[in-house]
């Protein structure tokens, strides 16, 4: 299908499709007029593809399980479950300590605002 069709199916914007195969994310075939023809596997992958991203990882994550992910049928999907869940618990645990610090930050800032409205004595 082309990339009009392939959009509208996948729910990504022609836009992000070019990003995704900029990106190495995803390898649509060409059609012989050079078009980009996108099959059903390629389509998939976008679906999995935006659902990580609405999920909140970064490209730079999905660009290193993605392959693992759906590529390697050699490696059992139990081991490539848990090295995923890995990833995802690495990327949350490190994204929590990031909101603790600005959660402390954001205190830290209400108390200053609070004692600098405070009328003087």
Do not use: W
Not at 48 to 72: A, K, N
Not at 86 to 92: A, D, G, I, P, T
């Amino acid at each position: 299908m082309k990339i009009s069709e392939a959009s509208r199916v996948s729910g990504a914007s022609a836009r992000s499709l070019r990003h995704y195969e900029d990106e190495g994310l995803i390898v649509p075939g060409r059609c012989s007029n050079g078009f980009r023809d996108y099959c059903r596997s390629t389509i998939d992958r976008v679906l999995i593809i935006r659902s990580l991203l609405e999920s909140g990882l970064p490209l730079r994550l999905i660009r290193e399980v993605l392959p693992r992910l759906t590529d390697e049928p050699d490696v059992g999907t139990d081991v490539v479950r848990a090295e995923f869940l890995y990833e995802v618990q690495s990327y949350r645990d490190r994204l929590a300590a990031r909101i603790a610090v600005l959660s402390d930050q954001h205190a830290a800032l209400d108390t200053y605002l609070r004692e600098a409205r405070r009328p003087d004595p």
